[in-house]
């Protein structure tokens, strides 16, 4: 199990999966604690959790359990008072709910990627995009890519070096391509 607390150690994920291949790792804790990220927009929040698990996942953790899916308006229940803002968010008198920018981002993955999927080989040219891909056990791939620069993003996918997607990403944007 591992936390997004102390930073960006994907590289040690890598480490860990390449020393014990046979175990997995999941991700279970992470969560935009008022305390901590006061102060960040909804997208700046949103990326963060993207680039969290485009890093996790390339880092070979096999999923990711959100620390808080759903918390009440305050952000909480909470034992020690460190209230978070979670993907989904009930409304102050508790009848409805609020769905954050999160909760859209994190759909990019769950939707995409199945379980039992098997990542495969991605790289980018270009330290503005970040992305990950998968075969799913139906034989679709996916690939979910995120822009987190202020400029567009031009992209090229391929498997074979000679056929392919070409495609421009928005700025601030995460996107995923399927195909089979």
Known sequence: MVHWYTGDHFEALRIVKERWPDKELWFSEGCVEYSRFDGMTPLEKAEMYAHDILGNLNGGVSGSIDWNLLLDAKG?????????????????????????????????????????????????????????????????????????????????????????????????????????
């Open 76 to 180: 909480g229940p909470n034992h020690v008072g460190n209230f978070c803002e979670a993907p989904v968010m009930t409304t102050e008198d508790n009848a409805g709910f609020t769905v954050q920018s999160e909760y859209y981002y994190i759909g990019q993955f769950s939707r995409f990627i199945r379980p039992g999927a098997v990542r495969l080989g991605s790289s980018v040219w270009s330290g503005s995009l970040e992305v990950t891909a998968f075969e799913n056990r139906d034989g679709s791939r996916a690939a979910v890519i995120l822009n987190r620069t202020e400029k567009e993003a031009a992209v090229s996918v391929t498997e074979d070096a000679q056929s392919g997607w070409n495609f421009v990403v928005a700025p601030h944007s995460i996107v995923t391509l399927r195909w089979r």
